[in-house]
């Protein structure tokens, strides 16, 4: 109940910001950083920024996400702190490395990302990363759960190989002390497959959870061995509660965990809004709370 007090109150508190006009969050590029200011450095993919699908469901850029909800609970606590999103739209290990989706100074988000922490070394109270969710984009445009899983046992280790680089290049950047790092571990958006009522696409759902904490294992791994905490929003989001049957108005009786999707993401909204996988408000604000909980843990 805690828990749940705790999101409510962070989602609502970032939402009468907005519409109060809050000030935005503090962007890396270019920014000159004053010797009292502190920061809270997001990087990552869409999540890292905030994304939400417009009316049209296009999906945009706002400052709802999980950074801005966290960096308001962070910032009750520090003042002085300041939001630096460097999450990319689209943004997978290998291109978080190299470049070639968004632009930055630097060349890369990674290289961006060293440069800021080498550069606030003493400064940077919080680094959080979500990443390697759009590697698996090639393989879950599959149908067939034997051609995903063998697919996925392509990339598995190229994500492996690429996040042991990440971490290494961010752990080396923050100098002697580094700041804490919390890798997240992601939620499952396949899961609302269930809603297509298909045997196929039921089944598919339901094997989605086992390749889902495959996937979070992996990423938590690599982040534990650099001495990161993991954000369990796998967890959170209650992704294997599939046994237990809850009765939502517009699909009937559906597993407990599609239940939560339909609730925390846009995956069960409508066309043209929905299927969208990134996290509504209140999901983002779960995903902030549970970022959170392993600050503080």
């Known amino acids: 109940m805690r828990r749940i007090a705790a999101t409510v109150a962070v989602a609502t508190v970032v939402a009468t910001a907005a519409m109060a006009g809050g000030a935005p969050a503090f962007a890396a590029h270019g920014a000159a950083a004053s010797t009292t200011n502190t920061y809270y450095l997001s990087l990552g993919d869409s999540l890292a920024q905030g994304v939400q699908p417009n009316s049209s469901g296009?999906?945009?850029?706002?400052?709802?996400?999980?950074?801005?909800?966290?960096?308001?609970?962070?910032?009750?606590?520090?003042?002085?702190?300041?939001?630096?999103?460097?999450?990319?739209?689209?943004e997978t290990t290998g291109t978080m490395i190299n470049g070639g989706i968004c632009t930055y100074s630097d060349g890369n988000q990674l290289a961006q990302a060293a440069a800021f922490l080498a550069s606030h070394k003493g400064k940077v109270q919080l680094v959080t990363i979500d990443i390697g969710a759009n590697d698996l984009n090639p393989c879950l445009a599959l149908t067939n759960i034997t051609d995903i899983v063998k697919c996925l046992e392509g990339v598995f280790p190229q994500i492996q190989t690429n996040l042991t680089t990440i971490m290494n290049t961010l752990t080396t950047a923050g100098g002697s002390g580094p700041p804490p790092i919390i890798g997240m571990a992601y939620y499952d958006p396949e899961l609302a497959n269930w809603l297509k009522g298909d045997p196929a696409d039921k089944t598919l759902a339901k094997d989605s959870?086992?390749?889902?904490?495959?996937?979070?294992?992996?990423?938590?791994?690599?982040?534990?061995?650099?001495?990161?905490?993991?954000a369990d929003v796998f967890t959170a989001f209650h992704t294997s509660a599939f046994g237990a049957r809850v009765t939502l108005p517009a699909f009937g009786k559906v597993p407990k965990d599609v239940g939560y999707i339909c609730m925390y993401t846009w995956m069960c909204a409508p066309p043209p809004v929905g299927p969208n996988n990134h996290a509504n408000v209140l999901g983002y604000g779960v995903i902030a709370n549970t970022f959170l909980n392993a600050y503080l843990g």
């Open 58 to 90: 296009v999906s945009v850029e706002t400052n709802q996400g999980y950074p801005n909800q966290l960096f308001t609970a962070l910032h009750l606590g520090n003042p002085t702190l300041k939001l630096v999103k460097l999450g990319c739209p689209g």
């Open 209 to 230: 959870i086992a390749l889902a904490q495959a996937f979070n294992n992996l990423l938590g791994g690599v982040y534990t061995s650099f001495g990161a905490k993991v």
